[in-house]
């Protein structure tokens, strides 16, 4: 799968902006069979997890995010959403997307579980 972010920008703390990671799929496979994900990176840290929504729609989030963010998915557009309201100075990073089929539950919160990546896109909070 194909993976392509967008919605990155700069705003001030506070604000809103919604990220969308549309997929191509190959022929015969259904979008709805991967788990998506979002995670995010700073220069000089590790990639770290922010969301998930799993094959049956179930979301899950990285404690700092949770009641500000929300993951959805449109499985007939093939694209999942991420929804950043009270945007805060730390939530300044690139935003990367990820696919895979096989990840289980355990694995969400791990980048090596995911075999397909976005290119990312860059969300800057000015406070």
């Known amino acids: 799968v194909q993976l392509q972010a967008s919605g990155g920008g700069l705003v001030q703390a506070g604000a809103s902006l919604r990220l969308s990671c549309a997929a191509s799929v190959a022929s015969g496979v259904s979008f709805r069979s991967y788990v998506m994900s979002w995670f995010r990176q700073t220069p000089g840290k590790e990639r770290e997890f922010v969301s998930a929504i799993s094959r049956d729609n179930r979301p899950f989030y990285e404690d700092s995010v949770k009641g500000r963010f929300t993951i959805s998915r449109d499985n007939a557009k093939n694209t999942v959403y991420l929804q950043m309201n009270s945007l805060k100075a730390d939530d300044t990073a690139v935003y990367y997307c990820?696919?895979?089929?096989?990840?289980?539950?355990?694995?969400?919160?791990?980048?090596?579980?995911?075999?397909?990546w976005g290119q990312g896109t860059l969300v800057t909070v000015s406070s």
């Open positions: 990820a696919a895979d089929r096989q990840v289980i539950l355990s694995s969400y919160a791990r980048p090596s579980a995911y075999g397909s």
